[in-house]
């Protein structure tokens, strides 16, 4: 069955440090997506980024930076030189096919506090 | 702004009560998606539609039915409320019926039964 298992429920950290979220993953099927999202504190979830199973390269965006891995089921979201307005709650998220449709199940959620 | 947009923003309302959920995707969109929010389960896929059609049922209740309407836009009905069905309600949309398509959230209805 599918799984996505955020160990870290909440993390602090001060402006301009480095923080990596952690994400693990469980599917039987060889195609599936991984993405991210971000909860900001006024509530609405963000699409931050999108990789397929076929798709290891990792990718740098700005002060964002996702590691893919799939020999460890892991995908994991780094931001460099972190700010304020960093603070939310990031899920990381497994996509594939299901029924006749598909359905995306999110990650508990990790919290992140940036104190300036 | 995601485009998606639900209302009410808030609701109150008593156990064993009716309510309706409302969401407009995003303009494009065919598919709607709907989620519930709670403190002890975290975000609960409970169904998709596509194109007015059911595409896939998650752990959606009973009590709880959904429907896509010919303009795309969706309804989400819960009936016999209990506390428990307490949470903030999500709509999604997404352009395709494909796993790989992001979904983009609105802001969600948040559902108080007392």
């Known amino acids: 069955a599918q799984k996505v298992t955020q160990a870290q429920t909440e993390i602090s950290v001060v402006e301009k440090e480095d923080v990596t979220l952690d994400c693990v993953y469980e599917?039987?099927?060889?195609?599936?997506?991984l993405f991210w999202y971000k909860q900001p504190p006024s509530g609405e979830l963000v699409f931050l980024i999108r990789?397929?199973?076929?798709?290891?390269q990792n990718e740098i965006s700005g002060r964002y930076s996702w590691n893919f891995q799939k020999s460890t089921s892991s995908f994991n979201f780094t931001i460099t030189a972190s700010q304020v307005v960093d603070s939310a709650v990031y899920f990381c998220?497994?996509?594939?096919?299901f029924g006749g449709g598909f359905k995306t199940i999110f990650g508990a959620g990790t919290r992140l506090f940036v104190k300036a | 702004d995601s485009g998606v947009t639900q209302t009410p923003k808030h609701l109150i309302t008593a156990t064993g009560q009716r309510v309706t959920l409302r969401c407009s995707p995003r303009?494009?969109?065919?598919?709607v998606y709907w989620y519930q929010q709670s403190l002890d389960q975290g975000l609960q896929f409970l169904i998709q539609?596509?194109?007015?059609?059911?595409?896939a049922k998650g752990n959606i209740l009973e009590r709880f039915s959904a429907q896509q309407f010919p303009d795309l836009h969706s309804e989400l009905n819960l009936s016999s409320l209990e506390l428990g069905d307490s949470a903030l309600y999500f709509c999604?949309?997404?352009?395709?019926?494909?796993?790989?398509?992001?979904?983009?959230f609105g802001n969600g209805t948040r559902l108080t039964v007392t």
């Open positions: 999604a949309s997404s352009v395709a019926d494909r796993a790989d398509s992001p979904l983009h």
């Open positions: 990789r397929n199973s076929f798709d290891e």
């Open positions: 539609y596509y194109n007015g059609e059911e595409r």
């Open positions: 599917t039987r099927d060889t195609t599936y997506y």
């Open positions: 998220a497994l996509s594939e096919a």
């Open positions: 303009s494009g969109d065919l598919s």
